[in-house]
T-cell receptor
Framework: DTAVSQTPKYLVTQMGNDKSIKCEQN?????MYWYKQDSKKFLKIMFS???????INETVPNRFSPKSPDKAHLNLHINSLELGDSAVYFC????????????FGQGTRLTVV | DAKTTQPPSMDCAEGRAANLPCNHS???????VYWYRQIHSQGPQYIIH???NNETNEMASLIITEDRKSSTLILPHATLRDTAVYYC???????????????FGKGTHLIIQP
């Protein structure tokens, strides 16, 4: 069983479209995250959700909106896609706290054309 | 968050111990040192973490200096599959009480040579 799974793995879409990336974890964690890795390979956190409440929003555009229907899922919705949104997006989960490890999904490669 | 400094790249021969250094001279007393790695085209993978004491698990050992200003990740018998980017991360408390994410730097690209 995959601990953190993301779908789709690859997503190619045109500018201006709206798309979603789904994430599910089966680890019983109470916190989920979305990270973005750009073409220069820098990994940056976008959102953190704990108990269905947004904890951090790292100044990402409001075209990006995380939605968590339950503790095991955190989906990423992106409106009006732009070329600069092309990146690999990683979902992760952990228990809340400093002394915990995070588990990452395999990533979704988004290409906006 | 305390900043970390790592060499951009390192080579190691297969079967030898790989020692990856990390400087975190501004670390605070309640901040943990974490190590993750990212193998090409995969998501980051947790390796090990510690606060003050040295730690060991099935993957690696973490040696933290007494003043906690630096640490070393040791892969005891490196294999070709250990080729990856290794990230040293210091986790700071967040006002939300620890539900913050990880702040990744540039990491060290470790290349295991056959």
């Amino acid at each position: 069983d995959t601990a953190v799974s993301q779908t789709p793995k690859y997503l190619v879409t045109q500018m201006g479209n709206d798309k979603s990336i789904k994430c599910e974890q089966n680890l019983g964690h109470d916190t989920m995250y979305w990270y973005k890795q750009d073409s220069k390979k820098f990994l940056k956190i976008m959102f953190s959700y704990n108990n269905k409440e947004l904890i951090i929003n790292e100044t990402v555009p409001n075209r990006f909106s995380p939605k968590s229907p339950d503790k095991a899922h955190l989906n990423l919705h992106i409106n009006s896609l732009e070329l600069g949104d092309s990146a690999v997006y990683f979902c992760a989960s952990s228990f809340k706290g400093l002394n915990t490890e995070a588990f990452f999904g395999q990533g979704t490669r988004l290409t906006v054309v | 968050d305390a900043k970390t400094t790592q060499p951009p790249s390192m080579d190691c021969a297969e079967g030898r111990a790989a020692n990856l250094p990390c400087n975190h001279s501004t670390i605070s007393g309640n901040e943990y040192v974490y190590w993750y790695r990212q193998i090409h085209s995969q998501g980051p993978q947790y390796i090990i973490h510690g606060l003050k004491n040295n730690e060991t698990n099935e993957m690696a050992s973490l040696i933290i200096t007494e003043d906690r200003k630096s640490s070393t990740l040791i892969l005891p018998h490196a294999t070709l599959r250990d080729t990856a980017v290794y990230y040293c991360i210091v986790r700071a408390p967040y006002s939300g009480g620890g539900a913050d994410g990880l702040t990744f730097g540039k990491g060290t690209h470790l290349i295991i040579q056959p």
